[in-house]
Structures are given as structure tokens and as C-alpha cells.
């Protein structure tokens, strides 16, 4: 059995801090064979640099996955041409730097991992994702011959994530949904046995608006006016899910939901 770890949204300073600090141990006590993590909120809560992408990855995340926040920080634009680990989604033009997927070797075989966005209510507006990820993993299945493929689909609407995991259905081991920061409980295995999870959640502040200062944002809803969103300090939840994978056929076995709180205080 081949066991996944993926990681939501890291948020800023306080969420990649709890990450690094703590991604050791629980791989370790959660016998984790390979780890994911959505790192596209990790510089300042907007982007990713290639320091911050480094000290992951040897922090221990083998895959970092991101989303319509991967190019707010202007020096990540070069570094996903030299690391393949770095993905960005899958269904931006032909011509785009960096790759939407990546096939790494593990002591259990080959994983693959698809970053693919979705198009309803979230900008830029890509390309359709459906058969764009569609056809990848035909290529991946039959070119590549890998039979454990996890897709962390960064998308707005609960709709657009679960439609994306019933087309996968069968065909990969896992979907997780990202970008709401809001960890939803519907963690299932669909007949076909792909396990899927409408969003992660995010590895940020808890005492906070995803991820950010409670204040700046409702003076916002309150008034409209533009504000600064810091993000907040204090407890950080690490969340995400677990997913077991028979790695002879890449069907699912298990999924559940991960979640920790890490007290900075004290960790």
C-alpha cells in the first residue's frame, strides 16, 4: 500500500513555518510514503519564491502544486523551468513556463501528480480543464505506464471539483480540491475507485479569515472601502488528507481527512 499525504493551501510565514517544522514527524508517525502540498499562498499569502519552494521540498514535500496565485511573485516565473517539481496548472497555453505535471519515482513505484485550475469564478481565465487533464492522464496511464496518479484540481465552485473527480473517476487515484481554505467533510472513494475531497483546506492561521487578519476583512465587507489583508498569527491548522493507494492497480483504498493544530509557541 502506497500512503499519500496531500497538504492544502500553506498561507504565508505562519503556514510554511508549522509545514517545515513539523512534516518530519508526521511522516514518520503517519507512515507517510509520499507528500503534496499546495504552496501557491506560501510567500506573504500571495505566491511562492524559489527559496520558499526549496526549503519545502527539503523539508521533505516532494510535489509542490499551486494555482491562479503561482505567478504573484515575479522570480518563480524562471525557476519552474528548472524545477519540475513546482507545478503549475496544467491548462495554460502551449508556451507557458514550467509543466502542469510531474512523474517522480517512489520505493513503491511511480506517482504522478496533475495541477489542473478551473474556469468558474476564478481569474485568469484558463483553458478548458476537463480535456486538457483528460488526455494527460491517458498519456500518463499509457505512455508513462504509471498506475497512481493524484490530481489537485484549484477551483472556486464545489461543482466544478466534483465534476472534475466523477470524470476522473476510474481513472486516477485521487482528486483534492484546493483554493476555498476551507476543509470540507465529503472525503469519499467514488465506485470506480478514485478518492476525492472537494477542498483540503489550508495549512494557515485558524484564528483568522482564511488564512488572514479577521479586521481588514470585514472592514471590507462592512464598508467596501479597499484594505491590507495581513496574514494572521497564532495556532496554525495543518490540513489536507490521507489517501491510501494500492499502488499494483492506483485505486484507492482509504481517504481521510488530516488535520493538526500546531502551536508555534510551542512546536
Not at 26 to 44: L, M, Q, T
Not at 60 to 65: H, Q
Not at 115 to 134: D, K, M, T, Y
Amino acid at each position: 500500500m502506497l500512503r499519500i499525504l496531500f497538504l492544502g493551501d500553506i498561507v504565508g510565514e505562519p503556514g510554511r513555518k508549522a509545514v517545515i517544522g513539523n512534516i518530519a514527524a508526521i511522516k514518520a508517525e503517519e507512515e507517510i510514503d509520499f507528500i503534496v502540498a499546495n504552496g501557491e499562498n506560501s510567500a506573504g499569502g500571495r505566491g511562492i519564491t524559489p527559496k520558499i519552494a526549496i526549503d519545502l521540498m527539503r523539508a521533505g514535500i516532494a510535489v509542490i502544486t499551486s494555482g491562479d496565485h503561482i505567478w504573484d511573485q515575479k522570480e518563480i516565473v524562471e525557476f519552474v523551468d528548472l524545477e519540475p517539481r513546482v507545478l503549475r496548472p496544467i491548462n495554460y497555453p502551449e508556451g507557458t513556463p514550467g509543466s502542469g505535471s510531474i512523474v517522480l519515482e517512489t520505493a513503491k513505484g511511480n506517482v504522478a501528480v496533475v495541477n489542473a485550475q478551473g474556469r468558474s469564478f476564478i481569474q485568469p481565465p484558463l483553458e478548458n480543464p476537463f480535456p486538457i487533464v483528460e488526455a494527460e492522464v491517458e498519456r500518463l496511464r499509457e505512455e508513462e505506464d504509471v498506475q497512481v496518479i493524484l490530481i489537485d484540481f484549484h477551483a472556486e465552485t464545489t461543482s466544478e471539483k466534483i465534476g472534475m473527480g466523477r470524470a476522473m473517476d476510474g481513472l486516477v487515484s485521487a482528486v483534492i480540491g484546493t483554493h476555498t481554505h476551507v476543509q470540507t467533510a465529503d472525503e469519499t472513494i467514488f465506485p470506480g475507485g478514485t478518492a476525492f475531497l472537494t477542498d483540503a483546506g489550508m495549512c494557515g492561521p485558524v484564528d483568522s479569515i482564511l488564512g488572514r487578519e479577521i479586521e481588514p476583512i470585514l472592514e471590507r465587507f462592512r464598508t467596501s472601502m479597499p484594505q491590507r489583508f495581513p496574514v494572521a498569527r497564532g495556532i496554525v491548522g495543518l490540513r489536507g488528507a490521507v489517501i491510501d493507494v494500492d499502488e499494483t492497480n492506483g485505486k484507492a483504498v482509504k481517504i481521510r481527512r488530516f488535520f493538526r493544530d500546531i502551536d508555534p509557541e510551542t512546536a
